[in-house]
T-cell receptor, first 115, second 112 residues
């Protein structure tokens, strides 16, 4: 059974608008969450992360929100740009501060930002 | 910084042949991860190392798969014998203590 779920395989938004990508998890032991972006023929690139002691983390146009009670996190991109078009992966780990770093990935959401 | 280096980028081989994938992690990183990506299963962790020691290989699908890390700057993933269902993109990633992992460009393996 999938522990990290991205239920929307694709999302299309207009340039300049907000993109919201969602992720749900089932394991309450997860305490660190990450978003990765992947372009075709490249490896995933780390984008932003959040630990379970926070409910929001912001980095420029990217903000991640964590709702622990709902076991839900989301990535907001504002404003969206055509260069943001990529596959976005949500990942979770249950070893914050430890040395294991076993990440569980969702299956990804393909974002298309139209000019 | 050269990032994580993987070779080859593409590998086409026949069923039954041995395949060796190579990875050079980012200098100074102490954790190394091997992933496989397929359409059906997404990104799956196969094995990871901390300080060159294998920590968790529960994701390795079968005994045909083996991985080594002889030193801090090199790791291999070997499949012997290869089968068509092993066709996938294999990623290597490295990190410092396992959190923000930095991925290589991947090796696209096709087994015919």
């Amino acid at each position: 059974d999938q522990q990290v779920k991205q239920n929307s395989p694709s999302l299309s938004v207009q340039e300049g608008r907000i993109s919201i990508l969602n992720c749900d998890y089932t394991n309450s032991m997860f305490d660190y969450f990450l978003w990765y972006k992947k372009y075709p023929a490249e490896g995933p690139t780390f984008l932003i992360s959040i630990s379970s002691i926070k409910d929001k983390n912001e980095d420029g146009r990217f903000t991640v929100f964590l709702n622990k009670s709902a076991k839900h996190l989301s990535l907001h991109i504002v404003p969206s740009q055509p260069g943001d078009s990529a596959v976005y992966f949500c990942a979770a780990s249950g070893t914050y501060g430890g040395s294991q770093g076993n990440l569980i990935f969702g299956k990804g959401t393909k974002l298309s930002v139209k000019p | 910084d050269a990032g994580v280096i993987q070779s080859p980028r593409h590998e086409v081989t026949e069923m039954g042949q041995e395949v060796t994938l190579r990875c050079k992690p980012i200098s100074g990183h102490n954790s190394l991860f091997w992933y496989r990506q397929t359409m059906m299963r997404g990104l799956e962790l196969l094995i990871y190392f901390n300080n060159n020691v294998p920590i968790d290989d529960s994701g390795m699908p079968e005994d045909r798969f083996s991985a080594k890390m002889p030193n801090a700057s090199f790791s291999t993933l070997k499949i012997q014998p290869s089968e068509p269902r092993d066709s996938a993109v294999y990623f290597c990633a490295s990190s410092l203590w396992g959190y923000e992992q930095y991925f290589g460009p991947g090796t696209r393996l096709t087994v015919t």
